[in-house]
């Protein structure tokens, strides 16, 4: 992106301010980028600018900025691009493919446009995997890889940035007019370190099964608990999204004593 970015949106007759374009082989992602958008956030609101543009070392992910300096995620940039390929027809079976960390937000988004969405585990591999086998054409995840399979097979994010401005030209619209579509409800993730042989063995007890049952019938639909153990690492994963930020911690923390005391963590 540092060497193709500046070019594809002059090219396109963009008015520019570029940060974070000199790579020097050490300072891939530092403090710049998808990963550390707050640099992007200033410059955008000092600037004046319609839109910020954070990409990683890569380049196959990006996180945009809105014209106010606030973020708008993967999940946001997916149905803004889902939701105008709909009406026009496009999107394959009128479906997104996203991971298990899209926020609940999103989901109710596509629900109240009537989009469907396949969701798979976390990991733009699995996305990609789903959307090959299935047909489908736009998937992705929060953290900011967006696949759109009529052009490329993996995350592209300039590609994604591309999009995304030509729907702001066509509708008239900004960005954060764009984005307030979806509500993203307040998330809290915490990482429980336990053995590896116990990551799928916690799953199974009885007490933590009966919490987590607990607090989805508390939540009444109108939030999201996910519970499940890392891919990579030796941790157990508790998640919840709910309405307010007081909802999130009640859950997640009742959901994590409950696990600590039953696998023997202090």
């Not at 956030?41 to 543009?53: D, R």
């Not at 999009?163 to 990482?191: C, D």
């Amino acid at each position: 992106a540092s060497t193709s970015a500046r070019q594809i949106f002059a090219d396109l007759g963009a008015q520019l301010t570029v940060i974070g374009e000199t790579p020097d082989g050490l300072n891939i992602n530092l403090n710049v980028g998808s990963t550390h958008p707050e640099a992007l956030q200033e410059v955008v609101k000092e600037s004046g600018s319609a839109i910020g543009l954070a990409f990683d070392g890569d380049s196959d992910r990006l996180i945009a900025v809105d014209e106010n300096g606030d973020i708008v995620d993967g999940d946001k940039i997916m149905y803004i691009i889902g939701k105008y390929l709909s009406e026009k027809g496009q999107l394959a079976q009128n479906t997104i493919v996203t991971t298990v960390m899209s926020n609940l937000g999103f989901h109710k988004a596509l629900n109240r446009e009537g989009i469907n969405k396949a969701v798979t585990a976390v990991g733009d591999r699995y996305v990609v995997e789903e959307m090959r086998k299935s047909g489908y054409n736009l998937g992705g995840e929060q953290s900011g890889h967006v696949i759109l399979m009529d052009y490329n097979t993996t995350g592209d994010g300039q590609l994604s940035a591309v999009q995304l401005t030509k729907i702001m030209k066509e509708t008239g619209k900004s960005l954060s007019e764009l984005a307030a579509e979806v509500t993203i409800y307040p998330q809290k993730l915490v990482n429980i370190r336990v053995e590896n042989v116990m990551k799928e063995k916690a799953m199974e007890v009885p007490a933590i099964k009966a919490i987590i049952e607990k607090m989805e019938e508390e939540m009444a639909g109108n939030g999201r608990i996910l519970v499940r153990p890392s891919g990579t690492e030796p941790l157990l994963r508790v998640m919840a999204e709910a309405p307010t930020t007081e909802e999130v911690d009640y859950y997640v923390d009742t959901i994590t004593d409950v696990v600590r005391a039953e696998i023997g963590i202090d």
